[in-house]
């Protein structure tokens, strides 16, 4: 009887267990859905506001959870925008106080939290003097996150300084490195170049800003990387690097190093090189080129093929020449690329 009567309460406290647990699931089902409905009438209240130039200034955000949704949509839409637009839309987040909440999320224990606060407290130029304290931000996320921010707004400090404080190269690999250079080189190309000729520039940086002036385009560029190369004979890689972005500008400027490089014991640079000639036109390379098409890489051979259709006519019928009389397996990398550009 008295192992019944264990089972019997046994049962009765899994039963309110299982009330209880169920009760608890209800209750936060119900707090889930009152913060959605809360956070739904809050961004449309501030989108409202934000994209209706006509209305009148509404109540700031007020609890803890309606200022994150509306600091969060103020960024979405920004990122949205641009020119006048954008201004608008900062001038009226002003009015509603967007900015101090955003000042109050940037200390926030979140790293999370900072790195939204950072990214959209940039577009405010109020708010650009706490974003360039962020930059010594103990969380590395934040301090890179606050450089890109920083520079993506046109008010990053020079790239010397952000290598010396995110420790860029050294302690700090991401990637997004590459993407912070290709902003600064945007609006401050200079200091960028400065990080080529400084010899305290860790190579990875030294790599991200030679990519990221090659990729901007800009022909001032060109005298310079074609100094680099003339000092960068030890370092294969980095000699490779600076053909491809001779070849990216595609200035004439770079024409003497590229024809070193076309003669170049490493195949890597001869690749880069004979890419990079065909890029930039450089007619007079065409029989230096035909030359690389018997070269022991594959790599290189495809690439001096490439660039000898790219030069025109000139080109052109060096690639018929050796395709006629040339030796394998120059024959062979001619005749493949008259076949492949004639279809």
Request: net charge positive; charged share 25%; with cysteine.
């Amino acid at each position: 009887m008295t192992q019944l009567v264990a089972l019997w309460n046994i049962s009765l406290l899994l039963c309110a267990v299982a009330l209880l647990a169920l009760a608890g699931i209800l209750l936060a089902r119900l707090v889930s859905e009152s913060r959605t409905v809360r956070r739904t009438e809050e961004r449309r209240r501030i989108v409202g506001f934000l994209m209706d130039g006509n209305q009148s200034p509404i109540p700031p955000p007020r609890g803890a959870l309606e200022q994150d949704a509306a600091a969060k949509v103020t960024l979405e839409l920004a990122e949205l925008v641009r020119g006048p637009e954008r201004t608008a839309l900062l001038e009226r987040a002003q009015q509603i106080s967007i900015h101090r909440i955003l000042m109050r999320q940037s200390v926030s224990r979140s790293a999370q939290q900072r790195l939204q606060a950072a990214e959209a407290l940039a577009m405010f130029p109020k708010g650009r003097e706490r974003v360039r304290q962020m930059l010594r931000d103990a969380n590395p996320d934040v301090r890179l996150g606050a450089a890109l921010a920083l520079a993506q707004n046109q008010a990053a400090p020079p790239a010397r300084e952000l290598v010396r404080q995110l420790a860029l190269g050294t302690r700090e690999r991401s990637l997004l490195s590459a993407s912070l250079m290709r902003d600064l080189a945007d609006h401050d190309p200079a200091s960028v170049e400065e990080l080529l000729t400084d010899p305290a520039t860790p190579p990875s940086t030294r790599l991200a800003a030679l990519d990221a002036l090659a990729a901007s385009g800009r022909v001032e560029h060109a005298p310079l990387v074609a100094k680099m190369a003339g000092e960068s004979a030890h370092d294969r890689d980095l000699l490779a690097r600076i053909h491809h972005a001779l070849g990216r500008i595609g200035h004439p400027s770079g024409h003497d190093a590229i024809h070193q490089g076309l003669a170049n014991p490493a195949w890597e640079v001869r690749a880069a090189a004979a890419q990079a000639a065909g890029r930039t036109g450089l007619a007079p390379a065409a029989e230096t080129l035909g030359g690389l098409l018997g070269d022991d890489h594959w790599w290189v051979r495809f690439r001096a093929a490439e660039a000898l259709w790219r030069l025109g006519a000139s080109g052109r019928a060096v690639l018929e020449r050796v395709a006629r009389e040339g030796q394998t397996p120059a024959r062979e990398a001619a005749a493949v690329t008259l076949r492949e550009r004639a279809a």
